[in-house]
């Protein structure tokens, strides 16, 4: 078996690397591959300093502040930005449509801003080329020109006669053909570009960062293999099926086809149309009513300010606010935090249930896709995606949570010593500016990522399992 | 070694061949005469393993081709109308490749011995397949059935568009195939001298029923052609009347 295989993996390879369909479109991948490379590059080695420069300045300021009453300063607020990952290099995803910082100040969940693109040319409508963009998208269209009339050619010959006279089983050719494929596509395109990825990751990171994304791209590599694997293997079945190479090629280019263009389109508009997304408008209309009227909507801030007063009151043993010992108002600014937190927790826990439910409905359909799926591991493994981005979203909004906290706290303790100055007289120094940390985000592992992933990955191996099972089927029935 | 007994195949509900029972002993030489579509390539293809039966069962050197069609792989070796090698390799390359999937691994001088005794010039070796001449294929698949030390061969339509004197070389090299080596042959060909002179029986086919058997040696060049054309005629006419 193995050394029938081996014979036609070994003749197999020499053509492929005779015939100049391998040699063109592989230099135009080069040439492809190489602007995609150099413009993932560029992002991540002028954004990153940007906005680890832009999140020190605003942290810096925030130190800087001066002596100021703890509310000023949780107004004055600094900027979270979301890192960018060093896979981001391959895979620029959704960075540029779910933008990279969020100001953290009082009463307020601010959106994710900065999107990159709100201020490119009308002529980035058309998307950016990326390294994944050019091994998910455009390899399997050289797979297909590689492998299409890999056994119809030899029907057409009629070479397919005189092998299957051999010794040699269906399966055998078929599986020789597809090491051979997966030994040229791999050998003369899929490795030097990895290499030079790793390469180009390593020069724009250090060594010590890249080891520790190296589980990622790792698992990444993984990913863009089995992704070749299923394109060799369904452009054989295709090749054996049929008795014309043209037929071979029309149907292979059908299914790049239906799984590149109509399917995201299709599954956009489904989710899209299957769990709607609030206007921004009604969204921040919402979350204005609520916050002034609670949650259910039966319980002013008047009404609760009243409690909260008489609550106080009752607790200290005194008869007025002037009485206290800490700062009502510190209470009060805390109490009105934690009352919003429950209505951005809610509104915000609604919207990102609506987009994981379009998320579900693309996955869904992802199955006819094994394009779309490979895509979406990819950005996933990158650290470019939507998960990723709700990830940094409930991080920096937690670190919003404790800086109003330790601001309030602060005014509640000290805002009472001085009666002269009470509540939003009393002044913090520096002092309190350095409780505050500076923003750090962790990247979730490739745990976290797979585990996102898990219907995508399965989408993507039920397809390759398929079709290599569909492989051994052809083989076993393939005649001259 | 060659065995179809009671042989039918029939597609949708067209009878390719009917009821074929047939027996070729090692080292005879078959051929089967007919028109097209009589059923030759079909019987060839039933042979091989290219096809299953409708009805009846396929044996070569007892073996049933149908249960173990990858078993009768080491017995047989076919030589097509056209011989169909790869043409971006010499034809040193083309019998290493097939000789090598056919289970044997020879050195580039064993090669050499069987296209030498195939009778291809040393110098057309290393040359591309893709400059070989009809006759120059048809000489790499009988080194490549040399190589394979078939039992079985089969032979669609070899000298078709052959010149006479490459037809017959041709047929010299089967007859010592058959004579020494001991292989049972079938030939399926339209043509009735090569049939004659190469031939050890003669089996005429029309509209997949093998209607007639003579040995060659009893019947002269003339009287083959009587017979062929009373065969294809009187069926002919049994159509017209039914």
Redesign the interface.
């Known amino acids: 078996m193995i050394?029938?295989v081996f014979?036609?993996a070994k003749?197999e390879i020499a053509?492929l690397l005779?015939d100049k369909r391998l040699r063109w479109s592989a230099l135009t991948l080069y040439v492809l591959f190489a602007v995609a490379l150099f413009s993932g590059w560029q992002y991540f080695t002028q954004t990153k300093p940007r906005h680890a420069d832009a999140q020190a300045a605003s942290y810096q300021q925030w130190l800087a502040q001066g002596s100021k009453n703890p509310h000023s300063a949780a107004h004055y607020g600094f900027y979270a930005y979301k890192p960018v990952p060093l896979l981001a290099v391959v895979d620029k995803g959704m960075d540029d449509y779910l933008g990279n910082a969020v100001w953290m100040e009082a009463h307020k969940q601010n959106n994710v801003s900065n999107r990159t693109a709100q201020d490119v040319a009308d002529v980035s409508r058309f998307g950016n080329i990326t390294v994944g963009f050019v091994l998910q998208f455009l390899l399997p269209i050289v797979i297909i020109l590689l492998t299409f009339n890999a056994v119809s050619k030899e029907r057409e010959?009629?070479?397919l006669?005189?092998?299957?006279?051999?010794?040699?089983?269906g399966v055998q050719i078929l599986v020789g053909k597809g090491a051979a494929a997966f030994a040229a596509v791999f050998g003369v395109i899929v490795l030097p570009m990895l290499l030079v990825s790793a390469g180009v990751m390593m020069l724009a990171v250090g060594g010590q960062d890249f080891v520790a994304s190296l589980p990622a791209f790792g698992v990444w590599v993984l990913f863009v293999l089995v992704s070749v694997v299923l394109w060799i293997a369904l452009g054989l079945v295709v090749s054996a099926s049929v008795r014309e190479s043209g037929a071979a090629l029309v149907v292979l280019l059908g299914v790049w086809t239906l799984g590149a263009f109509f399917v995201p389109r299709l599954s956009g508009s489904l989710a899209r149309t299957l769990h709607p997304t609030p206007s921004a408008f009604a969204f921040n209309e919402q979350i204005i009513f609520e916050k002034a009227n609670g949650v259910d909507g039966h319980n002013s801030a008047d009404e609760r300010s009243k409690a909260l007063e008489a609550r106080v009151l009752k607790q200290y043993g005194v008869d007025s606010l002037s009485q206290l010992p800490v700062s009502f108002a510190g209470i009060a600014l805390q109490e009105g935090e934690e009352s919003d937190y429950l209505v951005f927790d809610k509104n915000y826990g609604n919207l990102f249930q609506i987009f994981q439910r379009q998320e579900s409905v693309m996955e869904a359909l992802n199955l006819l896709s094994p394009v779309l799926a490979a895509q979406s591991i990819s950005r996933a493994l990158a650290g470019t995606d939507t998960d990723k981005h709700l990830h940094f979203t409930n991080n920096a909004e937690q670190f919003r949570r404790v800086i109003m906290k330790t601001m309030n706290d602060d005014m509640r303790d000290n805002g009472a010593k001085d009666k002269t100055k009470r509540d939003f007289g009393y002044m913090a120094s520096d002092e309190l500016w350095h409780k505050i940390p500076p923003y750090t985000y962790s990247q979730p592992g490739v745990g976290f990522v797979l585990g996102n992933q898990v219907l995508n990955i399965a989408s993507l191996l039920a397809w390759t399992v398929g079709t290599l099972g569909l492989l051994v089927w052809r083989g076993r029935l393939l005649?001259? | 070694m060659l065995e179809a007994i009671n042989l039918s195949k029939t597609y949708n509900t067209a009878i390719a061949l009917h009821s074929l029972n047939l027996y070729i002993p090692a080292g005879e030489i078959f051929c089967l005469l007919g028109a097209n579509g009589a059923g030759k390539t079909t019987t060839i293809n039933l042979f091989m393993g290219f096809t299953e039966p409708t009805i009846g069962e396929v044996l070569v050197g007892g073996i049933n081709v149908a249960q173990k069609p990858h078993e009768i792989k080491k017995l047989i070796a076919y030589i097509p109308e056209n011989v169909m090698l790869y043409p971006t390799l010499t034809g040193l390359e083309n019998l290493a490749y097939l000789s090598g999937l056919s289970g044997t691994a020879y050195s580039d001088a064993e090669l050499v011995v069987f296209l030498q005794r195939a009778g291809l010039q040393k110098e057309a070796m290393k040359r591309r397949v893709g400059e070989y001449s009809k006759g120059m294929r048809q000489k790499v698949g009988i080194a490549i059935a040399l190589a394979k030390h078939a039992k079985a061969l089969f032979l669609d339509e070899p000298t078709s568009g052959l010149d006479p004197l490459a037809s017959n070389e041709f047929s010299r090299l089967i007859r010592g195939l058959a004579d020494t080596e001991g292989v049972a042959v079938l030939m399926a060909t339209h043509d009735l001298f090569r049939a004659k002179e190469v031939g050890d029986r003669i089996g005429i086919m029309n509209a997949g029923h093998l209607a007639s058997v003579v040995k060659a040696g009893d019947v002269s060049p003339s009287r083959l052609e009587e017979l062929y054309m009373e065969t294809i005629l009187q069926k002919h006419a049994q159509r017209e009347a039914a």
Do not use: A, E, N
Request: no cysteine; charged share 25%.
């Open positions: 050394t029938h014979f036609i003749k053509d005779r010959s009629g070479t006669r005189i092998l299957l006279s051999t010794q040699t089983s005649k001259p």
